[in-house]
């Protein structure tokens, strides 16, 4: 990190080798898959951002590396949805690298796991959304979430609160799909 606030190319080439995969994850799930130009739009925009902010970075404050870039990231993925008026549309949330089950009634239960989770998580506002991916699937804790998004941590766990009530109810089967 100290090579990339120097401006060095290797350490930049380093950091978004790093965090790439993360950035484009978040962003990803956030636009949702139809959107992969804009995807990698707002992932450029990210770094630029981070480069061009990198030297007032404190390595020892309250945030770590990890959780300024993907704060960074939601932004701009919370921006673009409401610029573009898609706040409660589809967002992606399969998971390229998940273990693929061995067995096809697994594997079909498995897709149709993760199409209700999609659904559930397409339907929540983008502060939910957010809040709930950057705990459920980039592991930050309430304060690095707070941080991030610039709120206090009541809000956080408000936030997180609703994210859960409303994918239960997402999660819930449909009659139709009870009946079968």
Known sequence: MRGAQRGEPSACRALVERYQRP???LLHRMLG???R???EDLAQETFLHVFRS???FAPLGPARLSTWI?????RRAIDELRRSGRAGEECA????DAVSPT????????AALAARVARAVDGMAPEYRVAFLLRAYHGLEYGEIARALDIDIGTVKSRLARAR???RRGMTPDKDESDE
């Open 23 to 25: 950035v484009f994850g």
């Open 33 to 35: 898959p139809d959107r």
């Open 37 to 39: 130009d804009r995807v």
């Open 54 to 56: 990198l030297a007032g």
């Open 70 to 74: 993907l704060t960074i990231a939601s």
């Open 93 to 96: 949330l399969g998971d390229e």
């Open 103 to 110: 067995r096809a009634d697994d594997g079909a239960q498995h």
């Open 165 to 167: 009530a409303e994918l």
